[in-house]
């Protein structure tokens, strides 16, 4: 089955840059989409289809991929950004839906 | 406004059996794929179960396979998880969530919604 890598945690000051990648074969290939958990809550989707925001979804949200290593960035690193973020795919013909193992923000 | 609200989670021991519900509201309910993800304490997302929209095709994780049952109810906008013979690792939060698509009919393929969740504990 498909395999997607995150790192464990990211640390960043506020006003920063944070940068979140998913390692995977030939990721560049899929589309590939994040989601922000928060302490006790539900996940959030916050970037769809590699680059593409939900309304809602600040601008400082943004993503890229390409080769075998998808992005998530966060600009302007707000102390409401510390939380959980997954990436995810759908592995294709299995036609099942693959989680990183996800990665800790925090803001320093 | 899309609400998606999860009931019947409890304590439930290993062997036994619990059904899940979620109800739907503020969206087509019939014109969209629904699944069902679940969380371990402390532990990452992973998905369990999609099913179509006519609710006459449905998928699964292989940890699942067998044991659980996904279907819905169109008319009573509800989604369900038939879950039998469970075991400790099935202890989760399990949420419903919709998949998400555009106004052509394409889906994206992931999960543009969730609903809050409700905690499975399998335990003696």
């Known amino acids: 089955s498909y395999v997607l890598t995150q790192p464990p945690s990211v640390s960043v000051a506020p006003g920063q840059t944070a940068s979140i990648t998913c390692g995977g074969n030939?990721?560049?290939?899929?589309?590939v989409h994040w989601y922000q958990q928060k302490p006790g809550q539900a996940p959030v989707l916050v970037v769809f289809?590699?680059?593409d925001r939900p309304s809602g979804i600040p601008e400082r949200f943004s993503g890229s991929n390409s080769g075998n290593t998808a992005t998530l960035t966060i600009s302007r690193v707000e102390a409401g950004d510390e939380a959980d973020y997954y990436c995810?795919?759908?592995?294709?013909?299995?036609?099942?839906?693959?989680f990183g193992a996800g990665t800790k923000v925090s803001v320093l | 406004e899309v609400q998606l609200v999860e009931s019947g989670g409890g304590l439930v021991q290993p062997g036994g059996s619990l059904r899940l519900s979620c109800a739907a509201s503020?969206?087509?309910?019939?014109?969209?794929?629904m699944h069902w993800v679940r969380q371990a304490p402390g532990k990452g997302l992973m998905w369990v179960s999609r099913?179509?929209?006519?609710?006459?095709?449905?998928i699964y994780a292989d940890s699942v396979k067998g044991r659980l049952t996904v279907s819905r109810d169109n008319a009573k906008n509800t989604l369900y998880l038939e879950m039998n013979n469970l075991r400790a690792d099935d202890t989760a939060i399990y949420y419903c969530?919709?998949?998400?698509?555009?106004?052509?009919?394409?889906?994206?393929?992931?999960?543009?919604?969730w609903g809050q969740g409700t905690l499975v504990t399998v335990s003696s």
């Open positions: 099913i179509n929209g006519e609710g006459s095709m449905a």
């Open positions: 969530a919709r998949d998400g698509r555009d106004n052509t009919g394409y889906y994206y393929r992931n999960f543009d919604n």
């Open positions: 030939n990721i560049g290939s899929k589309s």
């Open positions: 503020g969206f087509s309910f019939t014109t969209y794929w």
């Open positions: 289809d590699n680059s």
């Open positions: 995810q795919v759908w592995g294709g013909n299995s036609d099942h839906y693959v």
